[in-house]
């Protein structure tokens, strides 16, 4: 257990992950106390970000996957909101504080919507938007657009042409150019309002975009991904990174990664905040908590067990879900080196754990699942902070209606006695949030690169 003070002087970032309203975890939507209906309902997201902003988390984050429909929707709520960006504009009117994240694919939007929805949500929320510029990746995606997923050099590229165009277009009201003078009759600075006329292989826009500065300028770069793509395309642009990892030592050198190409840009590689997912069933004890977890996913179980007994290479036997593996089980079991899961789940089945209660652990889900007491989770947090391997984290709660307040109740007191997160509020705006530099148009730096 991790108990001591951060002498580091440093404190971490905390996002909320907001998908369909109802939770991270499949079953979300039909535990006791859920409004069955809150995949339609903005009132719930409001909510849920109130809470956030209630315990002082840094952003909310809103990925998008335009048009994918799950294959199991018969029985499960798609992952994604209805549109991010209403639903973003729903919040920023109940919210004063909190960073508002969304993604918007760079591969089937054009360049000036982007920048005039972002910059508008910008405006809306007194300086608290960032986009999360990626590219898609999803033939289905693609599907719903008549198109082909391009290539990863014509995706990147593309990509490294939208931001660019993009944040040109933010700077092309003049940061003093509103004048908006009654008296005088002056509105504005004409000369200051100026086309960008920018013409590259994928975009182009003439511009300007007829939307003045926000109190932050204009919106956030975040970037999603891994790939050596992404680390070029956020050590260009972004100034947070959102991540996946399963391990100190791989979100240590993923971070590395990013800051080393941020430093290959001219950039100061604290510039860019490396901030790895977490998954939270917050609870009074490891039993509750794995109960509630065998509540909302117990469904799940027999068709996990396949994939478990790949990741450990040893049979498994379904109808044994009450009890634990075996000795002989667990003398031929070996993590999968394809699967930086395994590890852990190896790790978990080696405590005694029944089978179904090692799937309750979360050894399947897609970012490192806490199932517990507060305490596991801030020591968790605590221990990767202080290892260099994140800036902060990204948290999905299992169900949305009580696990964001279990998380700001029972895990952010103990980040913030302990000194690794902050007491509250010091800005207004998403960019003193993260700490990033004022920018106002293209990074100069960019240019010469």
């Known amino acids: 257990m991790t108990n001591k003070y951060s002498t580091s002087g440093k404190q971490m970032l905390l996002g909320l992950h907001l998908g369909n309203g109802y939770g991270s975890q499949p079953g979300a939507w039909r535990m006791p106390g859920v409004d069955p209906e809150s995949y339609t309902s903005f009132d719930a997201r409001v909510k849920q970000a109130q809470a956030a902003e209630r315990g002082k988390f840094q952003f909310i ?91 990863s050099e014509d995706r990147y590229g593309r990509a490294h042409e939208v931001i660019q165009l993009i944040q040109a277009l933010w700077g092309s009201w003049g940061k003093d150019a509103w004048v908006h003078d009654q008296q005088s009759g002056q509105f504005a600075k004409k000369n200051q309002i100026l086309p960008i006329n920018l013409q590259g292989k994928y975009v182009g826009s003439r511009g300007p975009l007829y939307i003045p500065p926000s109190e932050q300028g204009q919106p956030i770069i975040f ?35 990013f800051r080393e190409a941020a430093k290959r840009y001219g950039r100061d590689p604290d510039e860019i905040k490396y901030i790895p997912g977490l998954m939270t069933t917050i609870a009074k004890d490891r039993r509750t908590a794995l109960d509630r977890r065998i509540q909302l996913t117990g469904h799940t179980f027999r068709q996990r067990v ?102 700001a109740d029972e895990v952010v007191p103990i980040l913030q006695a302990r000194g690794l997160f902050h007491q509250d509020y010091e800005g207004k705006t998403l960019r003193e949030h993260l700490g990033a530099p004022d920018q106002y148009g293209i990074d100069p730096r960019v240019t010469n690169n």
């Open 61 to 151: 984050f809103l990925p998008d996957g335009p048009g994918a429909i799950m294959s199991d929707i018969g029985t499960e709520s798609p992952g994604f909101n209805l549109d991010v960006m209403m639903t973003l504009a729903a919040v920023a009117r109940e919210t004063s504080r909190i960073g508002l994240v969304a993604t918007g694919s760079t591969t089937f939007n054009e360049p000036f919507n982007l920048a005039r929805q972002f910059k508008a949500l910008d405006i809306m929320s007194h300086g608290r938007a960032g986009w999360n510029a990626i590219t898609s990746s999803g033939e289905d995606v693609a599907a719903n657009y008549g198109r082909k997923i391009p290539s």
């Open 223 to 257: 970037h999603a991904g891994g790939s050596p793509n992404a680390h070029e395309l956020a050590g260009r642009f972004a100034n947070a990174v959102i991540g996946a990892a399963f391990s100190i030592e791989d979100a240590r050198a993923q971070r590395n990664a």
């Open 306 to 407: 396949s994939y478990l007994q790949q990741m450990l290479g040893t049979p498994l036997d379904v109808n044994r879900l009450d009890e634990p593996l075996s000795k002989d089980q667990l003398a031929d079991a070996r993590p999968s080196r394809y699967d930086p899961r395994s590890v852990n789940a190896l790790r978990i089945a080696k405590q005694g754990w029944s089978l179904k209660d090692i799937l309750a652990h979360g050894v399947i889900d897609y970012h490192p699942v806490i199932v517990g007491p507060g305490i596991e989770a801030a020591d968790h947090m605590q221990q990767w902070f202080e290892a260099g391997a994140a800036d902060g984290f990204w948290i999905s709660a299992d169900v949305n209606a009580d696990g964001i307040d279990a998380f």
